[in-house]
C-alpha cells in the first residue's frame, strides 16, 4: 500500500508539472482509466482517492477533452459517490466537487445530458436533507459542498435555478445552522438571475414576477441554451429594467429581510450578498434605493475592504438616490480615518486613499473627462495625512500626492501646508544626504517629481529645491542617473516649466568648475553622463562643458587609464554636442577635442570613433549631422534622400556600414561544466599562526584592493540551433552584458575573434564582481562580422547566475594546511556567533538522506568547500566564501533520524538563498552550476 501511496504521489506530482510532457509517454484516456480504477478499488484509502480527484478537479478539459468523454466520467464517479461509504464524507465532498468541474468544464450542462440532471438532482436532495445526524455521522460539509456545487453551476448557466425559488427559499429560513449562509448566498444568486432573465423580456406579465418568486418546477434548461448576457453596473442607462406594472410587495419584503439578516454572514458573503441585492434593486423600478438605508451606517462603520467595495457600488449605482450630502461628507471623513488607522495594513491604507483621491463628490468630473480639485477634503480634514519620514514609501509618496492636490489652490494661510511638503522633502533629502537606503533614495527623486508636478509655478521653491540637489549630487555624483531621470520626465509632464533647464545649467556649472585633482575615473564617469544629458538641450549653452573636457584629457591620465568605457562616454558628449542646434558656437573646441582623442587615446577604437567623428563635424552641415546621427527607429519604407557629400550613395556601400539586426537569435552561451571550482592563488608564507593571530591576519588580506572580489563563469559561446548558412562563420564577435540590478559592478566586455559552427566552441570567461552576493540576471546582446563582411546586432538569452554560482573556496593560500583551515573555520565560526553584528545570523536545517550516504551527498556537492570530514562520525566542516566579504559556514552532522546542517553566516539576508540551496541539494535537484553540454571534436575547417 506503501508503495501505490509513493508511485501515484510521484505521477501526480508528474502530471500537475507539466501535464503535456507526461500525457507524452501516455494517452488521456489510458491516465483516465487507470484513475477510475483505482478510485473503484475498496482496497486504496481514501486520501490516495481524494489525491487522485484532485486531478480532475484541476484538469478535468485535459483528461475529458469532449462532452462524451466527460459524460462517460461523471456517470463512473457518481456510481463511485453512490457506493462510497457513509463514513467517507471528505471523500464524497471530493467527488461531488470532481463531478461538478467535468460537468460544467466539458460542457455537458449545455448539451442537456442526462447526468447533469441526474446530478443536479442529487445536489438538490443533498441540501434538502437536514437531518444532520443520521447513523451518527455529521452531514454539514456535504451539504456545504453541495451548496458551492449548485451556486458554481448558477454562476456558469445563469438562470438555471430560477423554477427553484420557493425550494430555496424555505430551505434558507429553516436552515439554523451556520449553513444557513450558503443558502442564503445560494439563494439571492437564483433570485438575482430569475429576474435579470424577467427584465429581458419586452413585457412581463402581472403574475409572472410573483410565479417566479412561488415556482418549485424542474430546471430552467432552456436559459441554459442561451446565457444570460453580463449584468452591466457601469451606469443606470445600460442596466436592463423589468418592465411590469405588478405590485412588488413581495420581492421587497424578501429584500427588506435579507438585508436585516446581513449581519450574520461573514464579511466576503455580506459582500456578496450586497451587489446581488444592488443588481437587483436597480433592475426593478418598484424598489427604492433606500431599502439600503438602514445598512449604510453599518456599512461605513466597517473595517471590511470586501463591505466597502459593496458600499462603493451602492453608490456608483444609486448616487443621490441614496447617497445623500450629509451620507458624503461623512463617508469621505470615514475613508480619511481608515486612511491613517494603526491597525490596518498599508496595502489597505493605500486602498483607502485611493477611494479618496477618486471619490466622485471630493474631485467632480469636469466638462473635458479630468477629474477636479479636491473639495470635501480641505487642508484642516486633511492635515492628519500629512507624510512623515517614518511612512513606509508608498504611502508616504501617496500621502503627498493628495496633499499636493489639497494645497494647490491654498490661499496665503495655508501656504503652511505647502511649505511643510516642501521641509518633508528637505527631511529626504537629508536622509539621502546621509547614505541613506536605495529605497528611500528612489523615495526621495519620486516624491521630488510629485511635488514638481504640483508646484513647479512657484519660483520660491523650485530654486531651493535646485540649490539642494546641486549640493547634493557635488557630494553623492552617483546620483546621476537619478536626477537624469528626475529632469527626463519633468520635460515629458511638465511641458512649460523652466524647472528642468534650470537644474542642467546649474549641474553643468558645478561640474566644470571643479578642480582636477578632486577628480577621479569613477567620479568622470558620472559627471560624463550629466554633461551627456546636458548636451542634448538647445537652450544650454555648452562651450564650458567642452573646454572642460579638453581640459581633463589634457592635464590628466584619462587617455592612458580611462579605458573603452571612459573614451565611450566622452564620445557620447560629442556626439550630442554634434546634434546641437548652436553647434557653430564651439565647433573649434569641439574639433580640438575629438583631434586630441584621436592622438592621444590608446584604445583603438575610441581613436576610430573620434577620427570618424571629427570627419563629419568637418564635412557635413548642421543639417546633414543631424541626418547621419539620427537613430530613426521608426523610420518607413519609402527611400531617403541621401545627405552625404562625400562619396556617392551606394546601395552596397550603405549596407557594409549598416549594423543590421538578426530576426532570431544566432548565439547562445551554455554553461561550462567545470570539474574543479576557481581556486584562490594569492602567494604568501607558510602560515604557521594559531588562535586570534591567525583570524587577525586572514581578515587583514581583504584590506587589499580587489582581494577575492572576482567570481569567474565559464561559458561555451556555440550557435542556437541550425542557423542559416551565412551565420556559419562569424568574426569579431563582441559581447555585451547589462546589469538588471545594482548588486554587481559593471560586466566588461568580452571579445571573441571567431565562431565556427563546424569547431569546438570557444569557452568565454565571465568576470563579476559583486556588491552584494545575491543572485541575478544579465541580459547579453552580441555584434558580429560575417564572412561577406556584414555586421550583425543579435539578442541572446538572459544569463543566469545562480547563487551557488558565486561560491567561492576558502581566500587563502596554497601553503595553509588542512589542519590550519579547520582551525581558521573554528575561529571565524566562533567570532561570528559571538560578535554583536547585526549582520551576523546562525539557522539549522534538517533533511533525510534516505537510501544516500551522506557521505556522498556530500563529496558530489561540497567537495570545493570542504574544510574538515569524519565520515566515521558523520561529521563535515563546510566553508562558502561569498564576494566582496561573506562567509557561508555549514556544520553537518549526522543524528539518529535526520542529518543536521548547523549554518552561521556574517550577512543573514543570505539565510532565505542558503536554505533554497540546501533545499535543491537534498532533494537532487542541484546540478552544481549547470549541464554540460556536448562539445563537437575540432576538426579542420574546408
Not at 176 to 202: D, E, R
Amino acid at each position: 500500500m506503501a508503495t501505490t501511496i509513493s508511485s501515484w504521489s510521484q505521477r501526480i506530482s508528474a502530471f500537475i508539472h507539466s501535464p503535456s510532457q507526461f500525457l507524452s509517454s501516455t494517452t488521456s484516456d489510458c491516465f483516465l482509466a487507470e484513475l477510475l480504477h483505482e478510485l473503484r478499488d475498496d482496497r486504496i484509502n481514501e486520501s490516495t482517492k481524494v489525491l487522485l480527484l484532485s486531478i480532475l478537479q484541476e484538469y478535468p478539459n485535459v483528461l475529458c477533452p469532449s462532452a462524451a468523454v466527460g459524460e462517460e466520467t461523471a456517470l463512473d464517479l457518481m456510481a463511485i459517490f453512490t457506493q462510497a461509504p457513509v463514513r467517507s464524507m471528505n471523500l464524497k465532498c471530493h467527488l461531488m466537487l470532481a463531478i461538478a468541474n467535468v460537468l460544467v468544464c466539458t460542457s455537458c450542462v449545455d448539451s442537456q445530458e442526462k447526468v447533469a440532471e441526474s446530478f443536479l438532482d442529487l445536489l438538490l436532495l443533498t441540501i434538502q436533507d437536514t437531518n444532520d445526524h443520521k447513523d451518527g455521522q455529521v452531514f454539514h460539509p456535504l451539504r456545504a459542498v453541495a451548496c458551492d456545487c449548485l451556486r458554481e453551476m448558477e454562476t456558469c448557466f445563469p438562470g438555471l435555478l430560477s423554477q427553484k425559488l420557493e425550494l430555496l427559499y424555505l430551505l434558507k429560513q429553516q436552515e439554523m445552522t451556520p449553513l444557513q449562509q450558503a443558502y442564503c448566498v445560494l439563494y439571492t444568486l437564483g433570485l438575482k438571475n430569475a429576474i435579470h432573465l424577467l427584465s429581458l423580456q419586452n413585457e412581463v406579465a402581472d403574475g409572472e414576477l410573483k410565479s417566479i418568486l412561488t415556482g418549485n418546477e424542474g430546471f430552467a434548461w432552456k436559459v441554459v441554451e442561451n446565457p444570460l448576457p453580463p449584468f452591466p453596473v457601469s451606469s443606470m442607462g445600460e442596466i436592463p429594467l423589468l418592465q411590469t406594472s405588478a405590485d412588488s410587495k413581495e420581492l421587497r419584503s424578501i429584500v427588506s429581510l435579507l438585508l436585516e439578516e446581513s449581519y450574520l454572514l461573514t464579511p466576503a458573503s455580506q459582500a456578496t450578498l450586497l451587489q446581488e441585492l444592488v443588481e437587483v434593486v436597480a433592475m426593478v423600478q418598484a424598489l427604492s434605493p433606500s431599502i439600503f438605508k438602514s445598512q449604510l451606517l453599518r456599512l461605513f462603520g466597517t473595517v471590511e475592504i470586501t463591505l466597502l467595495h459593496a458600499t462603493l457600488l451602492m453608490k456608483a449605482t444609486f448616487t443621490d438616490s441614496l447617497f445623500t450630502t450629509e451620507d458624503e461628507n461623512f463617508f469621505i471623513k470615514r475613508l480619511v480615518g481608515m486612511a491613517q488607522h494603526p491597525q490596518l495594513s498599508n496595502p489597505q491604507k493605500l486602498f483607502y486613499m485611493d477611494c479618496i483621491l477618486h471619490f466622485p463628490e471630493n474631485r467632480p468630473i469636469s466638462s473635458n473627462g479630468d477629474e477636479s480639485l479636491p473639495v470635501l477634503v480641505t487642508p484642516h480634514l486633511a492635515a492628519s495625512l500629512l507624510p512623515t519620514v517614518f511612512n513606509d514609501s508608498s504611502t508616504m509618496l501617496c500621502r503627498m500626492s493628495l496633499l499636493s492636490l489639497v494645497y494647490m489652490e491654498a490661499d496665503e494661510e495655508d501656504d503652511k501646508g505647502v511649505s511643510y511638503l516642501f521641509d518633508h522633502l528637505m527631511a529626504l533629502h537629508r536622509i539621502v544626504d546621509n547614505h541613506g537606503t536605495r529605497e528611500m533614495t528612489v523615495t526621495f527623486f519620486r516624491a521630488v517629481f510629485t511635488f514638481l508636478n504640483y508646484f513647479y509655478h512657484s519660483e520660491k521653491f523650485t530654486n531651493d529645491l535646485t540649490t539642494r540637489l546641486c549640493e547634493l549630487y557635488s557630494r553623492h555624483c552617483y546620483l546621476a542617473p537619478n536626477l537624469n531621470n528626475v529632469i527626463d520626465r519633468a520635460q515629458e509632464c511638465l511641458g512649460d516649466s523652466g524647472w528642468p533647464i534650470q537644474l542642467l545649467k546649474a549641474l553643468q556649472k558645478l561640474i566644470v568648475e571643479l578642480p582636477l585633482p578632486q577628480l577621479t575615473l569613477q567620479n568622470l564617469n558620472w559627471h560624463l553622463k550629466v554633461l551627456g544629458r546636458v548636451a542634448r538641450e538647445s537652450q544650454v549653452p555648452q562651450r564650458s562643458s567642452v573646454c572642460f573636457l579638453l581640459s581633463v584629457l589634457i592635464n590628466s591620465s584619462l587617455c592612458t587609464a580611462g579605458g573603452w568605457r571612459m573614451g565611450n562616454a566622452v564620445l557620447a558628449v560629442c556626439r550630442n554636442l554634434l546634434q546641437h542646434p548652436c553647434l557653430d558656437q564651439v565647433f573649434i573646441e569641439l574639433a580640438d577635442l575629438l583631434q586630441y582623442m584621436m592622438h592621444h587615446y590608446e584604445d583603438t577604437d575610441i581613436q576610430d570613433h573620434a577620427r570618424f567623428y571629427y570627419t563629419l563635424l568637418t564635412n557635413l552641415s548642421l543639417e546633414k549631422l543631424s541626418g547621419v546621427l539620427a537613430k530613426g527607429p521608426d523610420v518607413g519604407p519609402a527611400k531617403v534622400r541621401s545627405l552625404s557629400s562625400i562619396m556617392a550613395e551606394s546601395e552596397g556601400l550603405s549596407s557594409s556600414l549598416t549594423v543590421h539586426q538578426t530576426k532570431h537569435p544566432v548565439l547562445q552561451l551554455v554553461k561550462f561544466q567545470d570539474s574543479a571550482k576557481q581556486e584562490m592563488s594569492q602567494e604568501g608564507r607558510s602560515k604557521t599562526l594559531e588562535g586570534e593571530e591567525m583570524l587577525k591576519v586572514y581578515r587583514e588580506q581583504f584590506l587589499s584592493p580587489g582581494f577575492a572580489s572576482e567570481v569567474i563563469l565559464k561559458y561555451y559561446l556555440t550557435h542556437v540551433g541550425d542557423v542559416e548558412a551565412p551565420y556559419h562563420k562569424l568574426f569579431s564577435i563582441c559581447l555585451h552584458f547589462d546589469l538588471t540590478d545594482s548588486n554587481y559592478e559593471e560586466v566588461r566586455d568580452i571579445s571573441v575573434p571567431c565562431l565556427f559552427k563546424a569547431r569546438k566552441p570557444p569557452v568565454v570567461h565571465l568576470k563579476l564582481k559583486p556588491c552584494q552576493p545575491y543572485p541575478t540576471r544579465l541580459r547579453a546582446s552580441a555584434v558580429f562580422t560575417t564572412e561577406d563582411g556584414m555586421s550583425w546586432y543579435t539578442q541572446l538569452a538572459d544569463v543566469s547566475v545562480s547563487f551557488p554560482d558565486i561560491f567561492l573556496p576558502m581566500p587563502v593560500t596554497m601553503d595553509w594546511s588542512q589542519e590550519s583551515r579547520e582551525q581558521l573555520f573554528d575561529h571565524i565560526w566562533k567570532s561570528t556567533c559571538l560578535e554583536e553584528s547585526s549582520q551576523s545570523a546562525t539557522s539549522l536545517f534538517c533533511f533525510e538522506v534516505g537510501d544516500r550516504r551522506l557521505c556522498d551527498l556530500v563529496e558530489s556537492n561540497f567537495h570545493p568547500y570542504l574544510i574538515s570530514k569524519q565520515p566515521d562520525q558523520e561529521s563535515y566542516k563546510v566553508l562558502f566564501f561569498l564576494p566582496p566579504q561573506c562567509h557561508v559556514l555549514l556544520h553537518i552532522t549526522g543524528a539518529e533520524d535526520a542529518i543536521q546542517v548547523s549554518i552561521v553566516t556574517d550577512n543573514w539576508k543570505l539565510l532565505p538563498y542558503i536554505n533554497s540551496y540546501l533545499h535543491n541539494v537534498t532533494n537532487g535537484t542541484q546540478k552544481g552550476g549547470g549541464n554540460q553540454m556536448e562539445v563537437p571534436d575540432s576538426r579542420t575547417d574546408s
